[in-house]
């Protein structure tokens, strides 16, 4: 059975937990009575002096927080993944400084708490594999109905994908030093409604990195253009570019599948620092970067060892991927713009979901009550996984 603590109280201005009513009655009056948060930096100040909170004290606590963040002395399990939660608005999408701020602002001008939005987010599709109640029922599930057909289909989706890449690489406009192939397809872990290929293609053409920042932009736009006036533009649907990539879907093997495709260049210069093995001064120098565009370039070069890692793994592993990725797709509700979307990427360990998300409350919600299903029945959780009603 799972482990519930003793009850506790939460206040919800700073998180704490408080054994009695009294005890968090007392704590509010003697900390937050008087005292709202600052919608830019998040630091509580007096309700009455909000004037004299200057734009310098702003920078000084924002800066100071991103100091102690990558100071910390983090274990590599907590290194990677997000931190903190992001701090705009679920419903309008307004910034806050801290994420006291913004469940405030949800509550008084949405009437929206996180719980409700959180149920909103849930629903299970009734052939779900939570049901299973036996190894075997899943065993057969992620042979049947996850891992990507074998045989000729295969092998001819193989040489598609080949051939596509080679006419990439031919029509690059810049010489190409190193070319790094990821994505589901690469690393094992496609399913059969999904697969993406990742191409990150190096050249020292770049005069530097933001040489490469400022133009890949006009780069993608020539590749497009060649694409789109090349023999494959049947089998091509180009898809919204991004500033660093640019995406298309490619149908291979009689239009019968497809996968998605991510084209990204990067400065050479990158690859060659990785080859040297001074990777741990390559992961200082990422987690020091405050330049968000700066940090995608970084990334790309770190493609390869996520490949070496994932296709290194057991097919258990693998699989166990594909299910979550199955998970994602089949317990939460379809986003609206009431219920706007969030980002989860269980493959790769360097993207920080919380950038681009809300929702760590949907994602425990869902768990929650995944973990209710009669899969889970009987199962004990141990250290690390254990699971509490008190998030």
């Known amino acids: 059975m799972w482990h519930l603590k003793q009850k506790s109280y939460n206040c919800e201005r700073c998180g704490n937990d408080f054994v009695s009513r009294a005890a968090l009655k007392y704590h509010f009056h003697a900390k937050h009575l008087g005292r709202v948060h600052c919608e830019t930096c998040g630091v509580e100040i007096l309700r009455e ?3 004299h909170h200057s734009e310098a004290e702003h920078g000084m606590v924002l800066a100071n927080n991103q100091r102690s ?8 399990e907590t290194k990677f993944v ?3 939660t992001a701090t705009s608005c679920r419903m309008c999408c307004k910034r806050f400084g801290s994420v006291h701020a913004r469940e405030h602002h949800e509550k008084q001008k949405h009437h929206f708490t996180a719980n409700k939005r959180a149920q909103m987010a849930t629903k299970f599709k009734p052939d779900s594999f939570l049901e299973y109640t ?5 065993k057969i599930f992620v042979e049947e109905k996850l891992r990507p057909i074998l045989g000729a289909v295969r092998l001819a989706c193989a040489s598609d994908v080949e051939g596509i890449i080679a006419f990439i690489k031919e029509m690059f406009p810049l010489p190409i030093t190193d070319v790094i192939k990821g994505g589901s397809y690469i690393k094992g872990t496609d399913t059969q409604d999904f697969s993406d290929v990742d191409i990150v293609l190096f050249s020292k053409a770049f005069a530097s990195l933001e040489d490469c920042q400022r133009t890949t932009p006009e780069i993608l736009e020539e590749l497009g253009s060649a694409l789109i006036k090349s023999s494959w533009t049947n089998r091509l649907v180009l898809q919204k570019r991004t500033k660093f990539s640019l995406r298309f879907y490619f149908k291979c093997y009689k239009n019968h599948h497809g996968h998605s495709f991510d084209i990204m260049p990067c400065d050479g210069v990158l690859a060659s620092v990785l080859s040297t093995g001074l990777k741990e001064s390559f992961y200082h120098k990422l987690y020091l970067c405050s330049d968000d565009d700066k940090i995608q370039l970084y990334t790309m070069a770190l493609l390869k060892y996520q490949v070496e890692f994932v296709k290194a793994s057991t097919a258990r592993v693998k699989d166990f991927i594909r299910l979550m990725k199955h998970w994602f797709k089949t317990s939460f509700a379809e986003p609206t713009e009431e219920n706007k979307p969030f980002v989860l990427d269980p493959v790769n360990p360097t993207f920080n979901v919380c950038e681009n998300s809300n929702a760590w409350d949907e994602v425990a919600h ?8 009669p899969l889970f029945n009987g199962i004990t959780a141990k250290e690390p996984w254990l699971f509490t009603n008190n998030w």
């Open 82 to 84: 997000a931190v903190g």
């Open 49 to 51: 002096v909000p004037s």
């Open 134 to 138: 036996t190894p075997l029922e899943i």
């Open 366 to 373: 869902v768990a929650r009550r995944s973990l209710l299903k």
């Open 69 to 76: 963040c990558w100071n910390m002395n983090l274990k590599r």
